[in-house]
């Protein structure tokens, strides 16, 4: 059974940085595709920074050159580091694992407020 479990939302000040994480568990860690997405009130889900199982990022417009995405097989777990934090960026985080037959976390919450 696949569990995907995301940690590490909060609140923020403007400026600030936060580094979430995802565990993954029930899956070949190694050999899937894993990308952060996220869903602000009344938006859509959209596509934040993805990395394959090569190691190939993708990262959206709105968030390049500020948030930086990782993973590390060893411990099956898949990081976003966010820099520069700016309240556009507050919205639920969630983890995707997997390409072809995707599986999701919870989602976590990110706040950026003063």
């Known amino acids: 059974q696949v569990q995907v479990v995301e940690s590490g939302g909060g609140l923020v000040q403007p400026g600030g940085s936060l580094r979430p994480s995802c565990a993954a568990s029930?899956?070949?860690?190694?050999?899937?595709?894993l990308a952060w997405y996220r869903q602000a009130p009344g938006k859509q889900r959209e596509l934040v920074a993805s990395?394959?199982?090569?190691?190939?990022?993708y990262y959206a417009g709105s968030v390049k050159g500020r948030f930086t995405i990782s993973r590390d097989n060893a411990k099956n777990t898949v990081y976003l580091q966010m820099n520069s934090l700016s309240p556009e960026d507050t919205a639920v985080y969630y983890c995707?694992?997997?390409?072809?037959?995707?599986?999701w976390g919870q989602g976590t919450q990110v706040t950026v407020s003063s």
């Open positions: 995707r694992a997997g390409l072809s037959r995707p599986y």
């Open positions: 990395v394959s199982s090569g190691g190939t990022t």
């Open positions: 029930g899956m070949i860690f190694s050999d899937n595709y």
